[in-house]
């Protein structure tokens, strides 16, 4: 075990005038408390800036995805305006497996950065296509909303209508394992 | 209680279990506390049981002190409580908007678990466990972190406390004494298993539970002694209130109690010693609660150890140009 001191739920960190309230921790009254069990990390003090406090989960860091975290899903139905799809991991390569999908909307504007009025959903996503987005906001009473409005993000795995494996060929297009049926999709820039 | 008509039911009555050939001789003898009124029982408590749940913890007062007699069966209850935490996890789909967590709770005793064997579907006091434990959780859950979504605790009860002695004629008195203690692990369980699940939380909620009680059947105007942990086997003058709090002990907050009997002039004493019994399992709670991060925290670290070099016999991946 590293010397790191683990905190837990109840924990008081000190006060608040000379620290800073981080990840994983509440203010009550005029003290900093702990609200989950796990490491604790504090950042370099400056004259002006109080040190930011805050406690990682000892198991990834997020339950949920917050505004701005990227997430891997899949897609389920798709309609003119939007794409549905189901969170099943959150980080950019599903650091955090969650345990049950969450309902996620992309919406017909935010699939492309560029040139939004020709972007059309049946020529981005087909079900069941795997897809990397960003969470934009969390969304109505059902699903969060979500963006792929970056080059890194996209479709990154698919299948053809035939049930084939298909390959990127380009940042508008898929292509069959050895065949020539192209499919159009929102690619996502290869890592 | 409508009967559960999908399932074979055991018989309505007590199902003691045979008891196997002893001596005519053996004589029952009835357990004795025999330690301080302010002293609580030693108790068990290890969280992540349960792989496939968010959080999970188990809790158990294995019995105190070894049997004397041949019998099989145990003349002391021992408790026994596991506790699963699903969540957070989306709301069904025809739930109506929640900007914070939905908190259900689930108490069910194992059919198995008393004297008197339970149904498969809760029953009305277990139903009421469990509303006594939303109401503890309640308090110490920060549900603003987790918008449009809801958490289950489901706490299943292994092995209950009796009311009484089984072997006296305290069992068919009942008192639903045996439930106080219950509750009281129930609450220390679900916390633990919370915090296990990485839901943001207050505080450490444990509970604790204080009674008075008697020292003898025959003394009457008795005072009787406020006495933390009750077994009700063990007090065979009778239990005459008992008190069960929900207790957060850094912010000496109490978010649930429970108070049964007629306790008089001694209701404070009583809750002040409930309190007594709380902070007291708080130190397990909270042993047990580090060890578990500690254990995480080294499989992390071993998991990245594994990944590392598995990285390194592969090489860096380089960057693809595309065109189109």
């Known amino acids: 075990m590293s010397s790191t001191s683990i905190a837990l739920p109840g924990q008081s960190l000190g006060p608040v005038s000379s620290n800073n309230v981080g990840a994983g921790t509440h203010i009550h009254g005029d003290h900093l408390f702990a609200s989950i069990a796990g490491p604790l990390t504090t950042t370099k003090a400056s004259s002006k800036v109080p040190p930011n406090l805050s406690i990682a989960r000892p198991t990834g860091t997020l339950l949920l995805p917050e505004v701005g975290t990227t997430v891997l899903g899949r897609i389920t139905r798709t309609n003119p305006r939007q794409a549905n799809f189901s969170i099943l991991a959150l980080g950019s390569t599903g650091d955090v497996v969650l345990a049950e999908p969450l309902p996620a909307i992309i919406r017909q504007q935010d699939i492309r950065l560029t040139e939004i009025d020709k972007v059309t959903v049946p020529g981005s996503f087909r079900i069941g296509d795997m897809v990397r987005a960003v969470v934009i906001s969390f969304g109505d009473e059902r699903a969060y909303f979500a963006s792929t409005a970056r080059d890194e993000l996209g479709v990154v795995m698919a299948v053809s209508e035939g049930g084939n494996r298909m390959v990127p060929v380009s940042w508008r297009e898929f292509e069959e394992v050895g065949g020539t049926r192209r499919e159009a999709r929102k690619v996502a820039k290869v890592v | ?324």
């Not at chain 2, 008891?19 to 330690?35: D, E, I, S």
């Not at chain 2, 957070?88 to 108490?107: G, I």
């Not at chain 2, 068919?172 to 296990?196: E, F, Y």
């Open chain 2, 1 to 324: 209680m409508q009967a559960d008509r999908r399932r074979l039911n055991a018989p309505p009555g007590g199902t003691a279990p045979p008891v196997f050939a002893t001596a005519p001789k053996t004589k029952l003898q009835r357990p004795t506390r025999t330690r301080e009124p302010d002293q609580h029982r030693k108790l068990f408590l290890r969280t992540g049981i349960v792989p496939s749940a968010s959080g999970s913890a188990y809790y158990e007062i294995p019995p105190q002190q070894q049997q004397q007699t041949g019998l099989l069966v145990p003349q002391s209850s021992s408790l026994k409580i596991t506790c699963t935490v699903h969540g957070p996890r989306p709301l069904p789909r025809n739930a109506a908007f929640s900007p914070n967590l939905l908190l259900s709770t689930h108490v069910k005793f194992a059919p198995f678990a008393t004297r008197n064997r339970r149904g498969y579907v809760q029953n009305a006091s277990e139903r009421d466990l469990g509303a006594h434990l939303e109401t503890a959780l309640r308090g110490v859950v920060i549900g603003e972190r987790f918008p449009k979504s809801g958490c289950e605790v489901v706490v299943t009860v292994l092995e209950g406390e009796e009311d009484g002695w089984w072997a006296g004629n305290a069992e068919g008195r009942g008192g639903g004494w045996g439930m106080m203690g219950v509750l009281a692990g129930c609450i220390t369980v679900a916390s633990a298993a919370l915090v296990d699940a990485g839901i943001d939380c207050v505080d450490l909620v444990s509970g604790g539970v204080a009674a008075v009680v008697q020292a003898g059947t025959d003394q009457r105007g008795d005072d009787g002694v406020v006495a933390i942990d009750p077994a009700p086997s063990e007090h065979d003058g009778g239990i005459r209130a008992a008190c069960v709090v929900g207790y957060l002990q850094s912010r000496d907050e109490v978010t649930e109690m429970w108070m049964k009997g007629d306790a008089g002039m001694r209701a404070e004493q009583l809750i002040d010693e409930a309190v007594k019994a709380a902070s007291l399992t708080r130190a397990v709670l909270a042993e047990a609660v580090k060890e578990a991060v500690e254990m995480k925290l080294e499989k992390v670290e071993g998991n990245a150890v594994a990944a590392a070099s598995v990285k390194e016999g592969k090489g860096k991946s380089k960057d693809v140009v595309m065109t189109g």
